[in-house]
T-cell receptor
Framework: EAEVAQSPRYKITEKSQAVAFWCDPI?????LYWYRQILGQGPELLVQ????????DSQLPKDRFSAERLKGVDSTLKIQPAELGDSAMYLC?????????????FGQGTRLTVV | GNSVTQMEGPVTLSEEAFLTINCTYT??????LFWYVQYPGEGLQLLLK?????DKGSNKGFEATYRKETTSFHLEKGSVQVSDSAVYFC???????????FGRGTSLIVHP
């Protein structure tokens, strides 16, 4: 069964350091999402890609966060410098398209702890 | 804007009890509605969905009916099992960009 792959599963980093997460969506899925999930809360969208283009990054803290999907396949989310408040689960999801009736398939997430 | 409100948890039940988790929404246009489940340390898995009013989504004994008149999509199961213990998220997708919007999640704990 096809899955969304994310790595690493866990990351501990010191504040002010740089950190990067990787996501490989299900093959053929044009839409890719990065979500941040703080413990005890629901996922909140950071950025949405349609192929290689950013559709929505209005909630991405652009002073420290960046995301790219250069060839419209896999994607990288970077934080530089990391802050204590960035500790959260970072979830990647993909879907066949960005029409509302298609579900998003989620990866297992990267648990980030900033110390 | 779009938003989802779920009942606060945790919901604690004994095995074989009846489950209801309430979900109401605010959305532009005609949203699609989803329930996702998250087991400890894992990502979210789609449990069921409904794409238009009066549709009933169902999977693994769980059901939810899209009620446009009450803007609700309550999750129900007739007889819960210990293995159903997880966090359940109600979500919708609507509007021009169709970005899935999630509720805060409701934790379900089922005791033997």
């Amino acid at each position: 069964e096809a899955e969304v792959a994310q790595s690493p599963r866990y990351k501990i980093t010191e504040k002010s350091q740089a950190v990067a997460f990787w996501c490989d969506p299900i093959s053929g899925h044009a839409t890719l999402y990065w979500y941040r999930q703080i413990l005890g809360q629901g996922p909140e969208l950071l950025v949405q890609f349609q192929d290689e283009s950013v559709v929505d990054d209005s909630q991405l803290p652009k002073d420290r966060f960046s995301a790219e999907r250069l060839k419209g396949v896999d994607s990288t989310l970077k934080i530089q410098p990391a802050e204590l408040g960035d500790s959260a689960m970072y979830l990647c999801a993909s879907s066949t398209n960005n029409r509302g009736n298609t579900e998003a398939f989620f990866g297992q997430g990267t648990r980030l702890t900033v110390v | 804007g779009n938003s989802v409100t779920q009942m606060e948890g945790p919901v604690t039940l004994s095995e074989e009890a009846f489950l209801t988790i309430n979900c109401t929404y605010t959305a532009t246009g005609y949203p699609s509605l989803f329930w996702y489940v998250q087991y400890p340390g894992e990502g979210l898995q789609l449990l069921l969905k409904a794409t238009k009013a009066d549709d009933k989504g169902s999977n693994k004994g769980f059901e939810a009916t899209y009620r446009k008149e009450t803007t609700s999509f309550h999750l129900e199961k007739g007889s819960v099992q210990v293995s159903d213990s997880a966090v359940y998220f109600c979500a919708l997708s609507s509007g021009g960009s169709y970005i899935p919007t999630f509720g805060r999640g409701t934790s379900l704990i089922v005791h033997p």
